[in-house]
């Protein structure tokens, strides 16, 4: 029983004499102070003399415990099990979207045993326990994968791609997926190619809290991604998350423009270098652009092909050419992408190698650690020695939407791809991704309410 808590020593003794588990409810009492919670397990690098306790409010506490600390018993633990409520039944003239479930924090549940986040939704747990989504559409769920974000790897992506266009096969008008924030951006910029000018919406939605913690953002994402999915005038592979901290608004975001730029906010996503589609507010869905591929129209292209022998390498000062050339080989990778300072540069040591990796046959694209703005490699003269090295700008794309269109155009082409026509696909704007203004957009102008 105490093995399982990971104490040792004088806490582990006081727990085993009162017969204390995982997840039994105790109070503790210390120098006249009085706490009631539920006893946790040790984290790996916790302080040995310390016992964790969930409080009744979900915060964590730890308590030093010594001879003249007092601990009771209060009862023991319950396994947690979580009814969800029947899902609503179908209402005739309402779209049909599909729910595909991938993993991440939206389909996850907090256990309090040990306060880690573990999966335990399935995607139609998800409708049943948001209701309101009934009203929306007529929702069907499907379980694709149970993956971590941060293990999505392109043969994911693949299969993700494949599922959708067999949804719009059999004639839904909306889909939404369930993803990991962590590398949700990736997702999106690889769906966006492999599923271009889609007939209806492709929504990826997520949530930075899990969906039984009260400040939880998982039922408002939700919700607006089947609005969108079900109701919204444009077809293309979005983002839907919150746009602030609080309820105000959830934001969808292109999914060759969106990144996540905060680790915990529930305002983490934000559009770089364009505008989101459209707002959620409590007044309705409302659009911010009038450019985009309208639900419905045609040119429909499905390629879900991805070259994994691309890298995203991201320069530093002090670096050594020698690293990338050593990349390269011992990789066999057939392009680069740079993340290069500024306007687009890496030290001008590095312009023998890039030279040779384009003799090579190397693709190696710029791109900027800068957030906002775009490439111009014209202004200094390092970037034109770099551009004649053959470096080639990717103006304003994305360092991780450059990453993945790389990934796609080697997978498109195949293997005796010619450098040109590399160049030339990379340098075209196929969903969204390259061009346009740059800099921070304004969200409320230009509205338009979607009825």
Not at 190 to 196: C, D, P, T
């Amino acid at each position: 029983m105490v093995s399982e808590l990971g104490y040792g020593g004088f806490v582990a003794e006081v727990l085993s004499g009162l017969g204390v588990g995982l997840g039994d409810e105790v109070e503790v009492v210390r120098n006249g102070l009085r706490l009631r919670g539920f006893v946790m397990a040790r984290y790996e690098y916790g302080a040995p003399d310390v016992l964790v306790l969930k409080l009744p409010n979900g915060y964590n506490i730890g308590v030093r415990i010594d001879a003249s600390t007092q601990i009771r018993k209060l009862s023991s633990a319950v396994a947690p099990s979580f009814n969800p409520p029947p899902p609503a039944p179908p209402r005739e003239n309402l779209p049909r979207v599909m729910i595909a479930n991938t993993g991440g924090t939206i389909a996850s549940r907090i256990d309090y045993r040990t306060g880690g986040v573990k999966p335990a939704l399935t995607a139609s747990d998800l409708v049943s326990i948001v209701p309101e989504i009934a009203e929306k559409a007529n929702v069907s769920t499907e379980i694709l994968m149970q993956v971590v974000s941060e293990n999505m790897t392109p043969t994911h992506w693949t299969e993700i791609a494949r599922k959708v266009d067999e949804f719009f096969r059999r004639g839904f008008d909306g889909v939404v997926i369930t993803h990991g924030t962590d590398t949700m951006g990736y997702t999106a910029a690889a769906l966006s190619f492999a599923l271009q000018n889609p007939p209806a919406p492709v929504v990826l939605v997520g949530a930075q809290r899990s969906s039984d913690r009260p400040s939880s953002d998982a039922a408002l994402n939700l919700l607006t991604a089947v609005e969108v999915a079900a109701c919204a005038p444009f077809a293309e592979v979005v983002v839907a998350m919150h746009g602030w901290h609080g309820d105000d608004n959830v934001l969808i975001h292109r999914g060759t423009r969106v990144v996540k730029l905060h680790t915990s906010s529930r305002g983490a996503f934000q559009s770089i270098n364009s505008s989101p589609l459209a707002v959620k507010t409590p007044q309705g869905l409302k659009l911010l652009t009038t450019s985009f591929h309208k639900r419905g129209e045609n040119g429909y292209m499905f390629q879900p092909v991805f070259d994994e022998r691309v890298m995203l390498v991201k320069f530093f000062p002090g670096m050594k050419p020698e690293a990338l050339e050593l990349l390269v080989e011992r990789m066999g990778l057939r392009g680069v992408i740079l993340e290069g300072t500024g306007l687009g540069h890496v030290a001008s040591s590095f312009v023998p190698v890039l030279k040779s990796l384009r003799e090579k046959g190397v693709f190696v694209g710029m791109t900027s650690q800068c957030r906002f703005g775009r490439v111009n490699m014209n202004v200094y003269e390092n970037g034109r020695d770099l551009m004649r090295a053959g470096v080639i700008p990717l103006d304003n794309m994305l360092p991780e939407t450059a990453l993945v269109k790389l990934m796609w155009v080697l997978g498109k082409l195949g293997q005796k791809a010619a450098y040109e026509e590399v160049k030339n696909l990379m340098l075209t704007d196929i969903c969204g991704e390259i061009g346009g203004r740059t800099g921070p957009q304004p969200l409320f102008t230009g509205e338009a309410e979607i009825v």
